[in-house]
DNA sequence: TGTTGTTAGTTGCTTTTGTAACTAACAAGG
DNA sequence: CCTTGTTAGTTACAAAAGCAACTAACAACA
């Protein structure tokens, strides 16, 4: 036994990129929002951003997408994309704020209201199952831990 | 004090998106790969997949972008492409394999092996800091969930 | 008023990703 | 050898994201 592996570099110069946070985070997001968005997308053809708007104007009310842009840290062009989108389905409303006619305020029509309650009883489905797989106090320290990752 | 708040739901139906894990997971990857990669990305002008494909050719050595693909859960079209942009900056080499012309055995240049001792320098501060922000059983900990949710 | 600077939101263009179809090489059986 | 089926890798096209430039409305002040 002379050697033990035939890695090109010495052990002290390795990283074990299976262990690296930043990978870690992208691996895992990706497979959690295949497992959650994709299959919201087919029930109701939204993007991601799309639902994440419905979510905000569902939970907060009438709002603008200035504010909605800022709430939820989603760019102004991504958030004017999902509104439009939003509003050909018929799931918003857009009126002209008249105290200030550059924003306008939008809120949730019943259909979009219903598609909010829809994906509110899904969400609270995706995270019994994820507590159920994790554990009650992992995945609230999960929930924790990536709460303060944001702030950055 | 009749009403504590305008929403528009009832509160037992609500659902409190900011702490909704997918959003979180996304988010929290977002941060930290901007963090981390963007940086990178100004250094040696290579985008995630590029590095995350650099990073298994370092550490693990020669192989076919099949076994890449595999290892790392990337996909075949996005290896391909990182493979290509690689050997552009001739940071690796391609040698059809001998044994089946199929594939092709890819290994690191002097170029890329720089590239690759530097950002595993890079991703050691970078989880160093890390663990300064979170401590070193939190950043464990979280290192630990992720894998696990991951396996899905 | 008119000038300057700022803000809300949109549009256009470029880069990146995802998906499906394709080529070339192989393998097994007839 | 010639099917038939599979695999490694590439390419082409469509969906989506990122970024910069733009319009319209406002605000403050000469």
């Known amino acids: 036994m002379v050697e033990k592996s035939a890695s090109p570099r010495e052990d002290a110069d390795l990283f074990e990129i299976s262990s690296f946070t930043p990978y870690l985070l992208a691996q895992a997001a990706d497979a959690q929002s295949d497992v959650f968005s994709r299959n919201y997308r087919n029930r109701y053809g939204m993007l991601r951003t799309e639902w994440r708007v419905l979510f905000h104007l569902g939970r907060h009310g009438e709002m ?16 004017s994309r999902a509104v439009r989108a939003l509003e050909e389905k018929r799931f918003l409303s857009r009126v002209t704020n008249s105290e200030d ?52």
């Open 101 to 152: 006619r550059r924003s306008e305020r939008l809120s949730l029509r019943p259909p979009g209201q219903e598609a909010f309650r829809h994906l509110c009883r899904a969400a609270q489905d995706y995270e019994s199952a994820l507590e159920q797989r994790l554990g009650r106090q992992d995945a609230g320290k999960l929930r924790d831990l990536l709460k303060r990752l944001s702030r950055s």
């Open 64 to 79: 603008s997408a200035k504010e909605i842009s800022e709430r939820a840290s989603i760019h102004k062009t991504k958030v």
